[in-house]
Protein backbone atom coordinates (compact mmCIF):
# COMPACT_ATOMS: atom_id res chain seq x y z
CA UNK A 1 0.00 0.00 0.00
CA UNK A 2 1.43 3.18 -0.67
CA UNK A 3 1.95 5.29 1.85
CA UNK A 4 4.32 9.31 2.75
CA UNK A 5 7.41 8.74 3.85
CA UNK A 6 9.12 11.38 5.84
CA UNK A 7 13.09 11.92 6.84
CA UNK A 8 14.82 12.46 8.80
CA UNK A 9 13.00 10.74 11.41
CA UNK A 10 14.56 12.96 14.30
CA UNK A 11 16.46 16.22 14.03
CA UNK A 12 18.05 17.68 16.86
CA UNK A 13 19.70 21.18 15.84
CA UNK A 14 20.67 24.34 17.72
CA UNK A 15 18.36 27.60 18.12
CA UNK A 16 19.09 29.86 15.03
CA UNK A 17 20.07 26.93 12.38
CA UNK A 18 18.46 26.41 9.40
CA UNK A 19 16.72 22.85 8.89
CA UNK A 20 14.87 21.00 6.23
CA UNK A 21 12.73 18.43 6.51
CA UNK A 22 11.79 16.36 3.29
CA UNK A 23 8.49 14.51 2.82
CA UNK A 24 7.65 12.20 -0.27
CA UNK A 25 4.29 12.17 -0.50
CA UNK A 26 1.89 9.56 -2.47
CA UNK A 27 2.98 9.46 -6.33
CA UNK A 28 -0.50 10.00 -7.92
CA UNK A 29 -1.38 12.77 -5.49
CA UNK A 30 -1.41 16.94 -6.27
CA UNK A 31 -2.23 18.22 -2.81
CA UNK A 32 0.89 18.49 0.00
CA UNK A 33 0.20 19.94 3.11
CA UNK A 34 2.72 20.12 6.13
CA UNK A 35 0.88 20.05 9.68
CA UNK A 36 2.80 20.60 13.36
CA UNK A 37 2.52 18.56 16.41
CA UNK A 38 3.82 20.18 19.69
CA UNK A 39 4.29 16.99 22.20
CA UNK A 40 0.77 16.45 23.81
CA UNK A 41 -1.13 19.20 21.81
CA UNK A 42 -3.83 18.90 18.91
CA UNK A 43 -2.48 18.78 15.71
CA UNK A 44 -2.27 22.02 13.86
CA UNK A 45 -2.64 23.27 10.42
CA UNK A 46 1.40 25.09 8.60
CA UNK A 47 0.36 25.04 5.31
CA UNK A 48 -0.52 23.46 1.37
CA UNK A 49 0.10 23.49 -1.84
CA UNK A 50 -1.02 22.64 -4.91
CA UNK A 51 -0.04 23.18 -8.74
CA UNK A 52 3.49 24.32 -7.74
CA UNK A 53 2.46 27.10 -5.24
CA UNK A 54 1.21 27.51 -1.33
CA UNK A 55 -2.56 26.99 -1.47
CA UNK A 56 -2.99 28.15 2.12
CA UNK A 57 -1.12 29.13 5.37
CA UNK A 58 -1.49 29.62 8.92
CA UNK A 59 -0.55 32.35 10.78
CA UNK A 60 2.33 30.01 12.25
CA UNK A 61 4.07 29.84 9.23
CA UNK A 62 5.78 33.04 9.04
CA UNK A 63 8.38 34.35 7.17
CA UNK A 64 11.11 32.21 8.88
CA UNK A 65 9.24 29.31 7.14
CA UNK A 66 9.39 28.28 3.23
CA UNK A 67 7.72 24.86 1.14
CA UNK A 68 9.34 24.02 -1.89
CA UNK A 69 8.73 20.72 -4.04
CA UNK A 70 12.16 20.78 -5.65
CA UNK A 71 11.74 17.74 -8.31
CA UNK A 72 8.58 15.36 -8.94
CA UNK A 73 8.86 13.56 -5.82
CA UNK A 74 10.09 15.41 -3.10
CA UNK A 75 8.11 17.77 -1.10
CA UNK A 76 10.06 20.17 1.66
CA UNK A 77 9.36 22.19 4.28
CA UNK A 78 12.13 24.51 4.99
CA UNK A 79 12.51 26.55 9.03
CA UNK A 80 15.56 29.66 7.91
CA UNK A 81 16.25 30.35 11.41
CA UNK A 82 14.96 27.77 14.65
CA UNK A 83 13.92 28.72 17.94
CA UNK A 84 12.98 26.46 20.67
CA UNK A 85 8.91 26.88 20.24
CA UNK A 86 9.36 25.34 17.07
CA UNK A 87 10.86 21.80 18.68
CA UNK A 88 7.66 19.52 17.88
CA UNK A 89 6.73 16.49 15.48
CA UNK A 90 6.09 18.08 11.72
CA UNK A 91 3.90 15.92 10.06
CA UNK A 92 3.54 15.75 6.02
CA UNK A 93 -0.14 14.87 4.35
CA UNK A 94 -0.88 14.18 0.99
CA UNK A 95 -4.38 13.88 -1.08
CA UNK A 96 -5.60 12.89 -4.48
CA UNK A 97 -7.34 15.76 -6.59
CA UNK A 98 -10.90 14.86 -6.38
CA UNK A 99 -13.33 15.73 -3.92
CA UNK A 100 -12.60 13.67 -1.03
CA UNK A 101 -10.80 15.62 1.33
CA UNK A 102 -9.23 12.51 2.35
CA UNK A 103 -5.38 13.44 3.78
CA UNK A 104 -2.66 10.64 4.40
CA UNK A 105 -0.52 11.56 6.45
CA UNK A 106 3.31 10.76 6.82
CA UNK A 107 5.30 9.25 10.29
CA UNK A 108 6.55 12.35 11.35
CA UNK A 109 9.80 14.00 11.79
CA UNK A 110 10.51 14.84 15.75
CA UNK A 111 12.46 17.96 15.54
CA UNK A 112 14.37 19.32 18.68
CA UNK A 113 15.80 22.73 19.12
CA UNK A 114 18.39 23.25 21.48
CA UNK B 1 -15.07 30.22 14.68
CA UNK B 2 -12.29 27.67 13.13
CA UNK B 3 -12.12 25.15 16.41
CA UNK B 4 -13.09 22.21 16.95
CA UNK B 5 -13.67 21.12 20.61
CA UNK B 6 -13.86 17.60 21.19
CA UNK B 7 -14.44 15.80 24.65
CA UNK B 8 -13.31 14.19 26.72
CA UNK B 9 -9.44 14.59 26.68
CA UNK B 10 -9.39 10.90 28.41
CA UNK B 11 -11.65 7.95 28.75
CA UNK B 12 -10.64 4.44 30.01
CA UNK B 13 -13.49 1.79 28.59
CA UNK B 14 -13.15 -1.80 29.63
CA UNK B 15 -12.81 -4.66 27.07
CA UNK B 16 -15.84 -4.98 24.87
CA UNK B 17 -17.49 -1.65 26.08
CA UNK B 18 -18.64 1.08 23.90
CA UNK B 19 -16.15 4.21 23.62
CA UNK B 20 -17.79 7.25 22.66
CA UNK B 21 -15.85 10.87 22.07
CA UNK B 22 -17.67 13.85 20.82
CA UNK B 23 -16.56 16.65 19.02
CA UNK B 24 -18.30 20.44 18.46
CA UNK B 25 -17.50 23.32 15.41
CA UNK B 26 -18.85 26.62 14.84
CA UNK B 27 -18.09 27.06 11.24
CA UNK B 28 -20.80 26.31 9.36
CA UNK B 29 -19.09 25.92 5.90
CA UNK B 30 -17.51 22.64 6.94
CA UNK B 31 -18.35 20.08 4.97
CA UNK B 32 -16.20 17.14 6.00
CA UNK B 33 -15.90 15.51 9.53
CA UNK B 34 -13.00 12.91 9.61
CA UNK B 35 -11.60 10.78 12.43
CA UNK B 36 -8.16 9.99 12.82
CA UNK B 37 -6.39 7.53 14.93
CA UNK B 38 -2.81 8.03 16.33
CA UNK B 39 -0.55 5.55 18.06
CA UNK B 40 2.57 7.07 19.93
CA UNK B 41 5.35 7.93 17.91
CA UNK B 42 3.12 7.48 14.89
CA UNK B 43 1.29 9.88 11.98
CA UNK B 44 -2.66 10.16 12.34
CA UNK B 45 -4.13 7.51 10.21
CA UNK B 46 -7.66 8.62 9.06
CA UNK B 47 -9.96 6.01 10.68
CA UNK B 48 -13.39 7.05 9.27
CA UNK B 49 -15.38 9.93 7.87
CA UNK B 50 -18.39 11.48 6.90
CA UNK B 51 -19.80 14.30 4.81
CA UNK B 52 -23.16 16.80 6.23
CA UNK B 53 -25.73 15.30 4.11
CA UNK B 54 -25.81 11.89 6.05
CA UNK B 55 -26.52 11.50 9.54
CA UNK B 56 -24.50 8.28 10.42
CA UNK B 57 -22.01 5.69 8.77
CA UNK B 58 -20.75 2.36 10.07
CA UNK B 59 -17.61 1.19 9.53
CA UNK B 60 -17.15 -2.49 11.02
CA UNK B 61 -16.71 -1.18 14.60
CA UNK B 62 -16.88 2.44 14.14
CA UNK B 63 -19.55 4.75 13.46
CA UNK B 64 -19.94 7.79 13.18
CA UNK B 65 -22.91 10.04 14.44
CA UNK B 66 -24.08 13.60 12.88
CA UNK B 67 -26.00 16.08 13.94
CA UNK B 68 -25.95 19.23 11.57
CA UNK B 69 -28.43 21.46 13.44
CA UNK B 70 -26.27 20.63 16.65
CA UNK B 71 -23.16 21.04 14.79
CA UNK B 72 -21.88 17.89 16.31
CA UNK B 73 -20.29 14.74 15.41
CA UNK B 74 -19.33 11.77 17.59
CA UNK B 75 -17.35 8.61 16.91
CA UNK B 76 -18.74 5.28 18.38
CA UNK B 77 -16.39 2.56 19.22
CA UNK B 78 -18.22 -1.26 19.84
CA UNK B 79 -16.55 -3.93 21.14
CA UNK B 80 -13.90 -1.93 22.53
CA UNK B 81 -10.83 -3.47 22.28
CA UNK B 82 -6.97 -3.55 24.26
CA UNK B 83 -5.85 -2.62 20.80
CA UNK B 84 -7.76 0.39 20.18
CA UNK B 85 -6.01 2.33 22.48
CA UNK B 86 -4.93 5.35 20.50
CA UNK B 87 -5.30 9.12 20.95
CA UNK B 88 -8.23 10.17 18.38
CA UNK B 89 -8.89 13.18 16.59
CA UNK B 90 -11.77 14.97 15.27
CA UNK B 91 -11.71 17.04 12.48
CA UNK B 92 -13.18 18.71 10.21
CA UNK B 93 -12.25 20.97 6.92
CA UNK B 94 -14.25 22.82 3.68
CA UNK B 95 -13.85 23.07 0.20
CA UNK B 96 -11.61 20.72 -1.85
CA UNK B 97 -8.25 20.58 -0.75
CA UNK B 98 -8.74 22.86 2.37
CA UNK B 99 -6.68 22.45 5.73
CA UNK B 100 -7.78 20.19 8.47
CA UNK B 101 -8.90 21.78 11.75
CA UNK B 102 -8.09 19.18 14.32
CA UNK B 103 -9.82 19.25 17.97
CA UNK B 104 -7.91 18.45 21.11
CA UNK B 105 -7.36 14.50 21.09
CA UNK B 106 -8.91 11.93 23.64
CA UNK B 107 -6.81 9.47 24.64
CA UNK B 108 -8.56 6.07 24.83
CA UNK B 109 -7.25 3.40 27.03
CA UNK B 110 -9.13 0.27 26.81
CA UNK B 111 -8.53 -2.24 29.56
CA UNK B 112 -8.21 -5.71 29.43
Known amino acids: EPEVTQTPSHQVTQMGQEVILRCVPI?????FYWYRQILGQKVEFLVSFYNNEISEKSEIFDDQFSVERPDGSNFTLKIRSTKLEDSAMYFC????????????FGPGTRLTVL | QQQVKQSPQSLIVQKGGISIINCAYENTAFDYFPWYQQFPGKGPALLIAIRPDVSEKKEGRFTISFNKSAKQFSLHIMDSQPGDSATYFC???????????FGGGTRLMVKP
Open chain 1, 27 to 31: SNHLY
Open chain 2, 91 to 101: AASSGAGNMLT
Open chain 1, 93 to 104: ASRTSGGNNEQF
